[in-house]
DNA sequence: ACCGCTGTTCACCGGTCTTTCACGGGCCTT
DNA sequence: AAGGCCCGTGAAAGACCGGTGAACAGCGGT
């Protein structure tokens, strides 16, 4: 059911990060995060979702609480945030990918694409 | 409602596909594709279809909603957008097929894209 | 009071998405 | 052979969406 209140066995391991979310606690490799506290639900919210694509709505919804406005825009500050202190504490990896329309996706991908250049034509 | 293990009634294998029409997430051989909100859409029409052929005016008023204007393209440009994404992340198949006159077929097959040497016929 | 941190909002802009146009090739009919 | 229809494909224009820096106010600690 609702995995939300379990204080114990509630860690996440997402990639190289270690998520405590009933210790308000990040580990990225090893090293603590300093997150705020809208920084810090977001990304409990986005490593709760697994490998599914969460809606603005939904993130708003769940870290926010009450329904999102039309033309509040804080969800992108705080995802750009997030970025970069993740960014900082793990330059290789990617996390949180934007699909557009859709929603934000977390998951931890190398930060180098090779792009195969799709036999250009 | 728990986003991570939701909706497992939706969701659509076709191939190496994994299409999950709710989360608006399409995995091919478990990675994400980057589709739009017309790509996707055109994708779990023709995937819904099964392997029946979809007649261009089925499709329309099921993506795009309403009838199909003489002359409307929109169906060309998007069958295309989404065959480069499929090829580029499975170059082994092809999974749009053109019944032309009557429609698209959705089906993996593969494709015979390595190079025969000339002493077949 | 001052300072640093946090959360919100604004403004700008660059990239993405959608539609439309244009051209060309294949196939069928005449 | 010529023309017409259908579809593939590249490109362009405008709308739309999200990224990003900055300003501002609130708050707690010192």
Do not use: C, Q
């Not at 066995?9 to 090293?31: C, F, K, M, W």
């Not at 804080?74 to 970069?84: G, M, N, P």
């Amino acid at each position: 059911m609702e995995a939300a209140e379990r204080a114990y066995d509630d860690v996440l391991y997402v990639g190289a990060l270690e998520i405590r979310p009933s210790d308000g606690l990040v580990l990225a490799g090893g090293r603590a995060l300093n997150l705020s506290v809208r920084e810090f639900g977001l990304l409990v919210a986005l490593a709760r979702s697994g490998d599914g694509i969460v809606r603005r709505e939904d993130l708003y919804a769940r870290v926010w609480g009450g329904p999102l406005r039309g033309g509040d825009r804080s969800i992108d500050v705080y995802i750009h945030k997030l970025r970069v202190k993740l960014e900082e504490a793990l330059p290789d990896w990617r996390f949180i990918h934007t699909h557009v329309g859709f929603g934000y996706r977390f998951s931890p991908e190398p930060s180098h694409t090779f792009h195969i250049p799709a036999t250009g034509r």
